[in-house]
């Protein structure tokens, strides 16, 4: 298995509602990694988690949390997200940093 | 911001001929990657090129790397209508984090 897989794929939500991304990957892989994608911009990392810990947070907001529940899976869960934070949202993986990433398709994230 | 640049922001060609694309980074590497992405989708890794290479061949794909002047250029060749992308250089400091420009938009015209 050399992909990562991101569901959902779409998801729409209310600024008051709570949901979750999930993101999997069965490469052993020990580095996994949320980015965030505006419309014609490049991926801005948010989060790494190396060996199952949170190792970098880019000043994100505490309305995105991360949480690794195991070396394969990574959750990103939303509360009271904004407007702006409408977004292609992608994982990805990587062999602790070395060689390439492998990323995910991404969920398409519309806050309304 | 640890963020590169790319040249030109968008870019045209026939199927057959050659796409170049331009990076320039700010800080130190160990190596400097390039992804394509096809609309709203996810990158897909092309090449990697250690801070000791100068030069890379894969396939069609040839990318250059000059630390004194933090650049790297990626050259697609005898170029198709798959190839229509947008391409991403990435750098890679070490401490587990990759950092991404800004994007040149390929079209590659039929």
């Known amino acids: 298995d050399t992909e990562v897989t991101q569901t959902p794929k779409h998801l729409v939500m209310g600024m008051t509602n709570k949901k979750s991304l999930k993101c999997e990957q069965h490469?052993?892989?020990?580095?996994m990694y949320w980015y965030k994608q505006k419309a014609k911009k490049p991926p801005e990392l948010m989060f790494v988690?190396?060996?199952?810990?949170?190792?970098i947070n880019e000043s994100v907001p505490s309305r995105f949390s991360p949480e690794c529940p195991n070396s394969s899976l990574l959750n990103l869960h939303l509360h009271a997200l904004q407007p702006e934070d409408s977004a292609l949202y992608l994982c990805?993986?990587?062999?602790?940093?070395?060689?390439?990433?492998?990323f995910g398709s991404g969920t398409r994230l519309t806050v309304v | 911001s640890q963020q590169g640049e790319e040249d030109p922001q968008a870019l045209s060609i026939q199927e057959g001929e050659n796409a170049t694309m331009n990076c320039s980074y700010k800080?130190?590497?160990?190596?400097l990657q390039w992804y394509r992405q096809n609309s709203g989708r996810g990158l897909v890794h092309l090449i990697l090129?250690?801070?000791?290479?100068r030069e890379k061949h894969s396939g069609r794909l040839r990318v250059t790397l000059d630390t004194s002047k933090k650049s790297s250029s990626l050259l697609i060749t005898a170029s198709r209508a798959a190839d229509t992308a947008s391409y991403f250089c990435?750098?890679?400091?070490?401490?587990?984090?990759?950092?991404f420009g800004t994007g040149t938009r390929l079209t590659v015209i039929p």
């Open positions: 990805a993986s990587s062999q602790d940093g070395v060689g390439g990433y492998t």
């Open positions: 490469m052993g892989h020990r580095a």
């Open positions: 988690y190396s060996y199952e810990k949170l190792s």
């Open positions: 800080t130190s590497i160990n190596n």
């Open positions: 090129i250690r801070s000791n290479e």
């Open positions: 990435a750098t890679d400091a070490g401490a587990n984090n990759l950092f």
